[in-house]
């Protein structure tokens, strides 16, 4: 069993910058890739980034490529997710995942999630 608490969300300006983290519980935590995803009111969650269990490899939608960066720290179970240039289209709530089987890019591969952590970007 891992429990996940997200936190780090808030408003800002478009341009700014924001740093989500995503706190985990349980001794796995760094066995596995971790996923980080959002979901706009009325919409599907959708995929942002990912990382391995290392931390050696990343993956991105490209509507946050090179704005967006993912990384974690094994010895405080915690994943983060780096924000820049923010746009008022990443307004979404947001949420981390364990990614327990499967393609990392969709949500039936991840076996827990956080409660989300929402963030609003103003124009």
């Known amino acids: 069993q891992v429990q996940l608490v997200e936190s780090g969300g808030g408003l800002v300006q478009a341009g700014g910058s924001l740093r989500l983290s995503c706190a985990a519980s349980?001794?796995?935590?760094?066995?596995?890739?971790m996923g980080w995803f959002r979901q706009a009111p009325g919409k599907e969650r959708d995929f942002v980034a990912w990382i391995d269990w290392s931390g050696g490899r990343t993956y991105y939608a490209d509507s946050v490529k090179g704005r967006f960066t993912i990384s974690r720290d094994n010895a405080k179970n915690t994943v983060y997710l780096q924000m820049s240039s923010l746009k008022v289209e990443d307004t979404a709530d947001y949420y981390c995942?364990?990614?327990?089987?499967?393609?990392?890019?969709?949500?039936?591969?991840?076996?827990?999630w956080g409660q989300g952590t929402q963030v609003t970007v103003s124009s």
């Open positions: 349980g001794r796995t935590f760094s066995s596995y890739g």
């Open positions: 995942g364990v990614h327990s089987s499967g393609s990392y890019y969709y949500t039936a591969g991840y076996a827990y």
